[in-house]
């Protein structure tokens, strides 16, 4: 079982900046393909971003290529999003989550373990 919480969320302004974390247990994290999710009111949940289990791979939404970034801590079981040059339309829920295949992913499908999300606002 790998349980996922995600920390960070907030209220910021247009333009500034967030950084999520996203602690894991399980002494395999080092294995798992991680990726971030998002939800706004009213829509369906979106890719965001993902890394492979080596940090080697990353994948990104158009929407928010160049102003975010994953990584992650394999010693501290933790993956990081961070957001840079904020817009109204990112506000959302966002939600960590790992597939035990390692590969990271645009598809929710593929994911086996999913965190409660955190609630990220951008005010205009």
């Known amino acids: 079982q790998v349980q996922l919480v995600e920390s960070g969320g907030g209220l910021v302004q247009a333009g500034g900046s967030l950084r999520l974390s996203c602690a894991a247990s399980g002494r395999t994290f080092s294995r798992y393909g991680l990726g971030w999710f998002r939800q706004a009111p009213g829509k369906e949940r979106e890719f965001v971003t993902a890394?492979?289990?080596?940090?080697?791979?990353?994948y990104y939404a158009d929407s928010v290529k160049g102003r975010f970034t994953i990584s992650r801590d394999n010693a501290k079981n933790t993956v990081y999003l961070q957001m840079n040059s904020l817009k109204p339309e990112d506000t959302a829920a966002y939600y960590c989550a790992a597939d035990l295949w390692g590969g990271g992913s645009r598809f929710q499908v593929e994911y086996d373990y999913w965190g409660q999300g955190t609630q990220v606002t951008v005010s205009s």
């Open positions: 890394i492979s289990w080596s940090g080697g791979s990353t």
